[in-house]
């Protein structure tokens, strides 16, 4: 969350760090700010609101200079509260949470300093005035010794015109160099130019200055390798499309197909085998759309492979001192690599014996610096803060998983079902506008119902999730059997239930709560691949859907629902990439 962008060279830095910005803009869209050194002044610009309003900063002069996008945590959005933030000499930027803001708030106004904003990053700037004595990159060290809590930070100097300090710890910086100069950045879409970059590790530090990098450790001057690999730094198009979001879903398939991994025949993979024969509990941690992801795999490994799963979201398992008995498997899930709660779950559950295996998008990732062993979805860049591609290469990477444990402990893996599933999934995308006739019923109700039974459960909170995030309309998901244990009493006249129905076994059951929603007035929309139910009159519309491997049933059913969030998100005068108060990389507690 947040979005750091910095530049020094020999080119006007404001152009540069307004384009950075706009690459960064799904990590937070309350507000943006520059911050441009020239003459040994620094001159700032701010905007409450997206990086569209900064449009105007190209005219500051300057060749060094830090930008911000920003996403709330302390302060509401506004002018005053937007990042850069200047004390004294400097002006900070910064992305993370600092825990301890209040206790060295009261130290600095204990001095008598005042303070311009409600932020908690604001007494980053105030400390490295303080411990200012000519040399920032000693007061950076000082000021970051100081805080608790996460930071990635970028600070420029009036008393050192010609340079970028940054320093890192839980949150992701890069730096990179081009043929015009230095940049350090959040993400590498802002710096997807540089023919060369580089991760910083936590507690380590950096200087760009007069075409140098230089990278420091607290303990003095370090080496860096150059990142091996990265994939997809292009920005992608919208292309045809009216959204990232919509062109997202049609490549569905393909993130799919890309991300399937055949362990049978794949011999690159021949190293996981260990790993996978001697595991005998499974954990899965995860947040939001990866953590639905988990319980989707939880219902495929339990079936498929006979092994104890057990998921939990991440912000979760680090508090709740968990039990990891020997032979554990961890799998953590996370789209960014950067979850900060599911790298908190993922160290605790090494540092406790498990091993690790890091399900991620984004290679050179903190999560996978921490992992035993890492999996790549092969899902593309996604763009809209709502996932929907990189959630079902996720299901098809994780039903590989289940697959290949399934072979190891001698039960046969399900490889080819899984190949099926491309070209089901463009089957399922040709008739991907059909729930668009449904938007207006939902985006006008005062509540919404996903329900399901099994595998079918995974799709309704996901279902429900998007709904959420993208029209703003009150949404759950819940296992069908539940809905007699209370919340019936929130159905009522034209309340709309979303029924997801792959299960033959299940079937039945999970009619019967449709019947019940029916005889007090709900309006059901059916999600199914079973044709004998699309006809009942509980139903009052149907969406069919090919059949698959049941197991794997939720990286189909749950297409339609991403559309019907989408169509409802339209309806409702709503930009379904940008919805407020979400951000794409969730980098804080």
Known sequence: MCGIIGYAGREQAAPKLVEGLKRLEYRGYDSAGIAVLHAGEIAVFKRKGRVSELDGAAKFLGDVGIGHTRWATHGEPSEQNAHPLVFGRFAVVHNGILENYLELKEECEARGETFSSQTDSEVAAHLLEFYYRGDA????KQTAARLKGSFALAAICSAEPDALYVARRKSPLIVGRDETGLYVASDVPAVAECGELYALSDGEFAVLKRGTISFYDEKGEIGKERMKFVRDAEIPEKGSYAHFMLKEMHEIPAAIANSLIDFESDFRFSGFNIVLCHAEYIQIVACGTAYHSGIAAKHAIERLA???????????????????????????????GETADTLAAAELAKARGAKVIAVTNVPDSSLTQIADLTLYTRAGREIAVAATKSFNAQLALLYSLASALSLAKGRGGRFGALRLLPPLAEQVLSGAEEPKKFAPAFAEAKSVYFIGRGADYCAALEGSLKLKEISYLPSEGYPAGELKHGTLALIEKGTPVVAVLTQRALAEKTMNAVSEVYARGADVLLVTNLPEYAARKEAAHCVLLPECEEAFSPILSVIPLQALAYYTALFCGNDPDKPRNLAKSVTVE
């Open 306 to 336: 006979r092994i104890p799963v057990e998921v939990t979201v991440a912000s979760e398992y680090r508090y709740c001192d968990p039990i990891v008995r020997a032979n554990t498997l961890v799998l953590a899930v996370s789209q960014s």
């Open 137 to 140: 990159l000693a007061a950076l």
